[in-house]
Nanobody, 127 residues
Framework: QVQLVESGGGLVQAGGSLRLSCAASGRTFKWYAMGWFRQAPGKEREFVAAISWSSGSIYYADSVKGRFTISRDNAKNTVYLQMNSLKPEDTAVYYC????????????????????WGQGTQVTVSS
């Protein structure tokens, strides 16, 4: 059974930074792409960033491009989301997700393609 545990959320002022972590267990982490999504109050969950199994393909939502960086450490079975220049509109619960198919060369940006999800971590950006 795959388990994903996010951490690193919190309260930060606009312009600040946070780094989210997602620790994975239950299968060979390095074979699978990973993604980050977020859900703001009253809104649907949306794609934020994704990284392929090899880190050769990375994709960002336009709203975070240039401010957020996704990365992975396969030795630690962990995927990260470095968030800089945070804005109040970045306030949301952030979820990591795992691709069910190994060695996919494309980056998956639709949440329906992911089959494992973490419990989420709250990020609140004050103005």
């Amino acid at each position: 059974q795959v388990q994903l545990v996010e951490s690193g959320g919190g309260l930060v002022q606009a312009g600040g930074s946070l780094r989210l972590s997602c620790a994975a267990s239950g299968r060979t982490f390095k074979w699978y792409a990973m993604g980050w999504f977020r859900q703001a109050p009253g809104k649907e969950r949306e794609f934020v960033a994704a990284i392929s199994w090899s880190s050769g393909s990375i994709y960002y939502a336009d709203s975070v491009k240039g401010r957020f960086t996704i990365s992975r450490d396969n030795a630690k079975n962990t995927v990260y989301l470095q968030m800089n220049s945070l804005k109040p509109e970045d306030t949301a619960v952030y979820y990591c997700a795992a691709d069910p198919l190994p060695f996919r060369t494309i980056v998956v940006v639709t949440q329906d393609e992911y089959d494992y999800w973490g419990q989420g971590t709250q990020v609140t950006v004050s103005s």
